[in-house]
T-cell receptor, first 113, second 112 residues
Framework: DGGITQSPKYLFRKEGQNVTLSCEQN?????MYWYRQDPGQGLRLIYY???????QKGDIAEGYSVSREKKESFPLTVTSAQKNPTAFYLC????????????FGPGTRLTVL | DAKTTQPPSMDCAEGRAANLPCNHS???????VYWYRQIHSQGPQYIIH???NNETNEMASLIITEDRKSSTLILPHATLRDTAVYYC?????????????FGQGTILTVHP
């Protein structure tokens, strides 16, 4: 099956711990994105990557870090510097970025206790 | 990216057509209109997109007005599984690097 996978679906962490969310795609897409969604709100862009070994900050990058060492993988680390990390995190990919259609994974719901 | 305005909620009877409007009066010539939907606690699902011509696929039809300031997503025969939040988005790509700006969307409730 082609698509985007995110794991785990639910994640619980203690305050002050870093946590890494996984995102993998087998669509051969160049561009990948991370969004955050809070209850009743739209999505906000955290980071994006248009090609391997390159990534850029989105609108709310503070407290987050990413890497793009492989085309199919774009992990997101939520650091202890993120003041309000509890949220629904969504990964997306598109063929090249720009106006190309973005396809989303199922999401990871992170709860920091 | 141009902002969009959608009604906060709509109802539709099962089997009937659902017509979801979107205003994007400040859209520029190179911006596409995209529609996504999101069922609770799932990732957004792509539905359809267009530039200025009407578009149809297996899920829906997209009608864009001639002046491109508004559009309507049509689900021809709504089912209970179409209950979701529907987002209308305009995306220029280019210098906006493909960022999708999701607003509040329209909560569509399909009832029996």
């Amino acid at each position: 099956d082609g698509g985007i996978t995110q794991s785990p679906k639910y994640l619980f962490r203690k305050e002050g711990q870093n946590v890494t969310l996984s995102c993998e795609q087998n669509l051969n897409h160049d561009a990948m994105y991370w969004y955050r969604q809070d209850p009743g709100q739209g999505l906000r862009l955290i980071y994006y990557s248009q090609i391997v070994n390159d990534f850029q900050k989105g609108d709310i990058a503070e407290g987050y870090s990413v890497s793009r060492e492989k085309k199919e993988s774009f992990p997101l680390t939520v650091t202890s510097a993120q003041k309000n990390p509890t949220a629904f995190y969504l990964c997306a990919s598109s063929m090249r970025g720009g106006r190309d259609t973005q396809y989303f994974g199922p999401g990871t719901r992170l709860t920091v206790l | 990216d141009a902002k969009t305005t959608q009604p906060p909620s709509m109802d539709c009877a099962e089997g009937r057509a659902a017509n979801l409007p979107c205003n994007h009066s400040t859209i520029s010539g190179n911006e596409y209109v995209y529609w996504y939907r999101q069922i609770h606690s799932q990732g957004p699902q792509y539905i359809i997109h267009g530039l200025k011509n009407n578009e149809t696929n297996e899920m829906a039809s997209l009608i864009i007005t001639e002046d491109r300031k508004s559009s309507t997503l049509i689900l021809p025969h709504a089912t209970l599984r179409d209950t979701a939040v529907y987002y209308c988005i305009v995306n220029a790509g280019g210098t906006s690097y493909g960022k999708l700006t999701f607003g509040q969307g329209t909560i569509l409730t399909v009832h029996p």
